[in-house]
Structure formats: C-alpha cells, structure tokens
C-alpha cells in the first residue's frame, strides 16, 4: 500500500507538471480531484485497510492530499494572476486606419508657389476680395472705355456709393501694395477672383490668382525673366523649357505671355497641351509708367515687374485633374487622392 502512494504521488506530479493553462488545470482536476479522481477513490480506500495499519498509512494518504490541495490551489491561482494581467486586445485582429484628413490640392499648390518665392525674398501681402472700380480698372490703366474691360466679365454690386465690384483679378492688390508701402517692394498676392463666366469643365465664376509685384530701382525685364524662369525650374523641374511671347495688359509694357515645355509630352505634343508642346502658365510684363504713377511711385527713378497666374490651371496640370469643377465639390473620392 504504502508503495501505491508513492506511485500515485510520482504520477500526480507528472501531472502537475503538465499544467500550463486552464484547460490543462481543468484535465488535472477531473482526473485527480473529482469524486472518482484518484485522491478521494485513495481517501476511500483507507476504509478497507486493517485497523492496525490505520494510523500510518491515513497519515501518508493525508499528507498527500494535502500537499495536491495546495499545489494545486497554487497553480489555479498564478493561472488566474496571469490571465487577468493579459489585455482585452486580440493583437491578432487586422488594424483599423484612422480617417485622415488632406489639404485640398488648391492649397497645396498655393503652399508650394508661397514657399519659392519666399525663397526668392518676396513677402506675401492680402488684398480685399469686394474692390472698387478705380482699384480693380481705373489705377491698373483699363481707361473706362477700354475694350480690355470686356476681357473680364465682372460681377458688378449694387450700392449706393456706385462701382463697387468683386475683384476680377488680383492685380489691384498691386495698386495697394504700391500705394501703401515703401520702395523695394517684393511680394506675392494670393487670393480668390471671381468672373460672371459660365460654369464649365475649363471655367468657373470663382477661382484663385496669385499676383506677383517687384519694384525697386533699375529693374529690368531681364530680372522678370530670371525670376519666372528660377520659380517655373523649381516648380515644374529643372530640364522644362520656356518661351516668352509678346502680349498685351494694360497695365504693364511690354507685356509677355509665358510657356512652359508641356511636361507629360515632352513638347512633343499630347491631349493635355492640345498638340502645341507648350503650356500657358503666366502673364506678366514690366509695370506700366502710368499705374506707377498714379501710385505715387515717379517711373522715371522706379520701374518694377509683375505676374500673375490661375492656381487651379496650375493644380489641374499637376494633378492630371481634367475639371475644373472636380477642385470645388468635395467628393471625398477625388480629394483622398491627393
Ligand atoms: N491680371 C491678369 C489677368 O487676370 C493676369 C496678369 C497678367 C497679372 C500680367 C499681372 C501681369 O500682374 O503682369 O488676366
């Protein structure tokens, strides 16, 4: 008898020693501790053994007992310490992406024409988009029967003080500029215009310029040139290739379109700059001797370039964006792209 309680006890630590989860704990508990588990079917046993041997070996059957209890008390409680110190988190699980919101590609253009010409030392100045005549026209050299006045269809205002308008470009921000702040004047002009125009993939009623303005003794257009050169290199890359052509504003002379080599062909010709190779991407010119006067600024010590250009053709070259209208919708689907 005495040597079947020490088989049982090697056996039950055998078994111990298998325990390393609740399932496992539970498999010990069935076969050793459940009415016909071993240690109550050996407590049972005790009845049968003549009364002689009793003492000796119930003391060897209880001690045994005792010691499983225990151990095993100890065993379920680490089990359930380390359990409850596991997170609730099935690190298993696929992650779920935060929604993330974009900065519209309007904006990311206007950031990036911002940041080359802060490199290039222009600061960057605000107009108002409610302007009048005199800032918008009459200051700019558009006399009030100038035929170039047609070339921007202008949302008139109805008020008793008479010619008031939304700006239809952001050259009066020039006037501004040049009316209130001391020579060298270096800055850009970003800003919204609006135009009575037809809502179509190529145009809308309302939109973005930035104007650029840079006055200050013996500047030449040999200055313009470097200057839309150095900023169109850093914009569109380095190998592009531009031409200047002669156009007319009234308000600067000569005045100059610029294209760049169409960067998706090459130049070759593609769909995007309908098969010239070029794209438009400016005006500009040198600032007119009349607006520098009627700011005050004498065009005999001073002379000064300027440009301007539409951020969204901008966006849209960049983006591959075909409509103009898919800029202003906020279809989600469009702008998580960019
Ligand atoms: N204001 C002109 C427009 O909206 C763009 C422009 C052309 C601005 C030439 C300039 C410039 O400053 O020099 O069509």
């Known amino acids: 008898m005495i040597a079947d309680i020490s088989i049982i006890k090697q056996n039950i630590e055998q078994d111990f020693a298998t325990i390393k989860d609740a399932e496992s704990l539970e498999q010990f508990r069935l076969k050793h501790l459940t009415k016909k588990g071993t240690l109550p079917v050996l407590v ?15 003391k060897l059957i209880n001690e045994l007992r005792q010691y499983v209890e225990a151990t095993f008390k100890e065993f379920k409680e680490n089990l359930e310490a380390e359990e409850s110190s596991v997170p609730l988190i099935d690190t298993s699980l696929p992650g779920r992406m935060p929604l993330k919101g974009h900065i519209h590609p309007i904006k990311k253009t206007l950031d990036t024409i911002i940041s080359i010409f802060e490199g290039m030392g222009f600061t960057v100045a605000e107009g108002i988009d409610i302007e009048d005549d005199y800032h918008n ?3 700019l050299n558009f006399a009030e029967d100038h ?15 008479g010619d008031i308008l939304l700006r239809s470009h952001t050259s009066p921000v020039q006037i501004r500029m040049m009316k209130s702040h001391p020579i060298p004047i270096r800055s850009i002009m970003p800003g919204r215009v609006y135009r009575n125009e037809a809502l179509s993939a190529r145009s809308l009623a309302e939109f973005h310029q930035i104007e650029g303005l840079y006055i200050d003794k013996n500047v030449t257009f040999a200055d313009l040139k470097g200057t839309i050169v150095a900023f169109a290199k850093q914009m569109y890359g380095n190998n592009s290739q531009f031409r200047f052509r002669p ?12 294209d760049i080599s169409c960067y998706l062909c090459s130049g070759k010709g593609c769909r995007i700059c309908k098969h010239s190779g070029w794209l438009e991407i400016c005006g ?11 700011c ?3 065009p005999e010590e001073y002379s000064g370039f300027a440009f301007g250009f539409g951020i969204e053709r901008v ?20 702008l998580e792209q960019f």
Do not use: W
């Open 315 to 334: 966006t849209m070259l960049a983006t591959g964006i075909n409509d103009i209208r898919a800029l202003y919708e906020n279809d989600i689907r469009v």
């Open 44 to 58: 049972e046993s005790l009845r049968e053994i003549p009364k002689e041997d009793k003492p000796a070996i119930g």
């Open 147 to 161: 035929p170039a006045r047609d070339m921007q269809d202008t949302f008139f205002i109805d008020d008793p003080r």
């Open 296 to 298: 005050g600024i004498d």
């Open 247 to 258: 156009s007319y504003f009234p308000f600067t002379e000569p005045s100059a379109e610029v």
């Open 284 to 294: 500009c010119g040198m600032v007119h001797p009349q607006v520098l006067k009627n």
């Open 137 to 139: 026209y009459e200051a």
